[in-house]
């Protein structure tokens, strides 16, 4: 299994950038250029623990979906988002 870690340093509260990283408004907006959208589970606001959403967006030229749900987290500092379908699963 690929495991990728990311570090972004931002001079901003702690919780307000976490509560962006799971926000789903703001990753619709960040993401206009590929028309992604929620289209079932939690399709607005903030995602928590032990919740779905699914995606679909135009990907490599392909209107795509694939369903995550979020496994772990510890509010303010990570949280795990797992592809439960789709094709990169």
């Known amino acids: 299994m690929i495991t990728i870690n990311l570090s972004t340093k931002i001079k901003a509260p702690i919780e307000i950038v976490f509560d962006l990283s799971r926000n789903i408004d703001t990753h619709v907006q960040s993401m ?6 929620a289209i079932a589970g939690v399709t607005s606001g903030l995602i ?3 919740e779905t ?11 795509i979906q694939h369903q995550s749900i979020i496994t772990a987290m510890v509010n303010p500092t990570y949280f795990v988002d797992e592809m439960k379908k789709g094709h990169f699963k």
């Open 53 to 63: 959403i699914t995606w679909e967006g135009k990907h490599f030229g392909l209107l």
């Open 32 to 37: 206009d250029y590929t028309h992604e959208k």
């Open 48 to 50: 928590g623990l032990g």
